[in-house]
């Protein structure tokens, strides 16, 4: 379908007009959107291995399906096919990275001695795109790690390690935001935890508390780097009993006022996210998002423009949450065209996002306390087909990214470029 530039740009004003009815400024909010970066997370581009290369193997409980080829092997693939997606999604965008895409040359760097210089390239990138670069140290995929247990580890030698990874992690997170003049969201995930019933709950939540305690000890300035805690459910081999579980992590951050993780996989099926954000935005300043989609179990799949998704964006826009909430993304699909995934995924969260910033909440608010609750179930649904897609696309255009499903077609030509000459 070929795309006419008037078009788009009539069906913009269209729209303008009929929101303008409704007090909403789509100019305004197109401005607000753009300024919201979306942290893309490196990991789909390579299926979560990273480039240390001794072993390809994913553990940690978490797993990657799918065999599609043209997976990036390097830094520099990675680095290119990231520039591809950046330039299908609209905006401002950040980078999402774990420890284990450090750049070592020849060299094997154990993780608890990784420096900001093995990320020096990827900093410099960062610069020259104009992008903030996220972190995450990385608790899995290691042999230390293969008992299943890390910074709760009862061996205290292993523990350590782990310790010294983390606080490794923080340094060169404190580097990426001295670099790139944007604090770093550093983000610890760990896997801990029993395929069965435990007999000993306790222990191992003592010493993760005490670990993070150790980790969090030095105090770096939040300008510069910001620590986030995740919580989950059960992963694969850890169903019985995770560690780090919600109410864990929940009371330590609200202690230590670190940063929330919220992973859309990461609680029961019925549960979600986005009747959490309000609550522990009561006793937290700020939160993290990991934003991703289960099915049947904590699956990652690619982020779909769906009812939670949406759900999500209306609770950060509508509580006026949006600086106070760090979005990023988390999925890894093998089985797709991997910069697909990455456009599909961000630019529904994109959508999404657009879509609640364009709701008349003050006026719906209105008529809730006035408790016509008719209007406001008759209006949420009526808006829900308002032309919010023709202010997406104006954006797309004016931001000089593919409109609508223009995109697939440059990641086509992509594919049969670059992707298929990979071995
Ligand atoms: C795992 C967590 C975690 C990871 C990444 C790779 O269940 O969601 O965020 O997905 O660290
Ligand atoms: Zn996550």
Request: a negative charge; one cysteine or more.
């Amino acid at each position: 379908m070929s795309i006419d530039r008037k078009h788009v740009e009539q069906d913009y004003q269209r729209a303008k007009e009929l929101y303008a009815q409704w007090g909403v400024d789509t100019d305004q909010v197109l401005k607000k959107l753009k300024e919201t970066a979306i942290s893309l997370h490196c990991w789909q581009g390579d299926d979560v291995a990273g480039f240390e290369g001794a072993s390809d193997e994913l553990t940690g409980g978490i797993q990657v399906t799918g065999n599609y080829p043209g997976r990036a092997r390097t830094a520099d693939e990675l680095r290119q096919d990231l520039e591809m997606a950046y330039s299908l999604i609209p905006g401002e965008n950040r980078l999402n990275l774990h420890a284990i895409y450090a750049e070592t040359g020849d060299q094997k760097v154990e993780r608890n001695a990784l420096e900001p210089k093995h990320f020096s390239s990827w900093a410099d990138w960062a610069k020259e795109q104009g992008i903030g670069l996220d972190f995450n140290p990385t608790f899995f995929s290691h042999p230390l790690s293969d008992d299943g247990f890390t910074l709760s580890h009862w061996d205290s030698g292993i523990r350590q390690y782990w310790i010294d990874h983390a606080i490794a992690c923080r340094k060169i997170g404190e580097y990426f935001g001295k670099t790139l003049g944007t604090p770093c969201i550093n983000n610890i995930w760990v896997p801990d935890g029993y395929k069965d019933i435990p007999v000993d709950r306790m222990s191992p939540r003592k010493r993760l508390k005490e670990a993070l305690d150790t980790i969090l000890a030095e105090p770096i300035s939040r300008d510069h780097n910001i620590d986030a805690v995740e919580s989950k459910l059960f992963g694969i081999g850890s169903e019985s009993y995770v560690v780090g579980s919600s109410e864990f992590y929940l009371g330590y951050a609200v202690q230590n006022q670190t940063l929330l993780c919220l992973d859309a996989g990461h609680f029961h099926p019925t549960e979600v996210i986005s009747n959490k954000i309000s609550a522990v935005l009561n006793f937290l300043d700020e939160i993290l998002l990991h934003v991703s989609r289960p099915v049947r179990w904590d699956s990652d799949h690619v982020v779909l423009f769906d009812d939670e998704l949406q759900a999500i964006m209306e609770e950060i826009v509508r509580g006026d949450l949006l600086n106070k909430t760090y979005i990023a993304l988390d999925f890894f699909d093998g089985s797709i065209n991997r910069i697909a995934a990455w456009a599909i995924g961000t630019r529904n969260a994109q959508k999404a996002l657009l879509k609640a910033m364009l709701e008349p909440t003050e006026r719906l608010q209105k008529l809730e306390l006035e408790k016509d609750f008719t209007s406001r179930l008759a209006l949420l649904e009526e808006l829900k087909a308002y032309p919010w897609a023709a202010v997406w696309d104006y954006y797309c255009l004016t931001q000089d990214v593919p409109v609508k499903e223009a995109w697939l077609e440059k990641v086509k030509q992509y594919e049969s470029d670059v992707l298929s000459k990979r071995g």
